[in-house]
């Protein structure tokens, strides 16, 4: 099997080399990361600026290609110009912090995955809850666990789940969890400030709402202890509602 892997945290993540160990015995693992962190980038890319790449050796683990861009730059990157042949799967983490409920669509992890499925290559984005006793290599072998049902199920072409890791607690994760995203966001705020050169600046902080939207969410999941698969796709469009809009009375513009 042939491996793509990213990240949002950067090459030099520890979440990155954890995952590369979690999955290197299962052939070529080829990683393509951006050179710093791009958390909460969405599925931002880079057409302002052309991307800087270079080889790197990171922590006596893996040769990488180091991006100085977004996710979705080092997929797409990866696809169309770095790797001789399209890989089997791609791989997007570990993200240190939950990707669920609103952070989906914040998430540069998520969109490292869904690019991939944009290509037509199963893909996998992993994610672990912050907590004060982060463990990535325990993460890791608990993420191999769930991808290889997810790879044993043999998954269709352009398949993208993500998964999400509850925070390492005894007993924890009590199980799997095949979930929706929660429809909640944040509780935000922003911390007015004055800077140096006496700009006002404003700093976004937050957290995570109590309501988790449904029972049976993603927000809910890892809050329980479980891990929180969700199956996700490129196309935002609501159905529901597509039939009602249709009907609505639309200028003719003729
Ligand atoms: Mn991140």
Known sequence: MHVLLTND??????????????????GRVDVVA?????????????????????RLHVGNTFHGWSV????????????????DRQPDLVLSGINAGANTGVNVLYSGTVAGAIEGALFGV??????????????FDRSGAVARRVLDTFLA??????????????ASRPGWPRGVRCCPQAPVSWQEHYRKQ???????IYWLDGWQSDETGTPDSDVAAVR????AV????????????LDALRAWPWPRLD
Not at 224 to 227: H, I, L, N, P
């Open 9 to 26: 945290d950067g090459i030099l993540a520890p979440g990155l080399a954890a995952l590369y160990r979690a999955v290197a015995d299962l």
């Open 34 to 54: 951006p050179a710093d962190s791009q958390s909460a980038v969405g599925h931002a890319i880079s057409v302002l600026k052309p991307l800087a790449v270079r």
């Open 68 to 83: 100085a861009g977004r996710p979705a730059d080092c997929v797409k990157l990866a696809m169309i110009e770095l790797l």
């Open 122 to 135: 199963p893909a996998v984005a992993i994610s672990q809850e912050l907590c004060d006793e982060l463990d």
């Open 153 to 166: 199920t043999r998954p269709a072409p352009g398949m993208c789940i993500s998964i999400n890791l509850p």
């Open 194 to 200: 004055v800077n140096s050169d006496g700009e006002t």
């Open 224 to 227: 329980d202890g479980f891990v």
């Open 230 to 241: 969700t199956p996700l796709r490129a196309d935002l469009t609501d159905r529901d509602r």
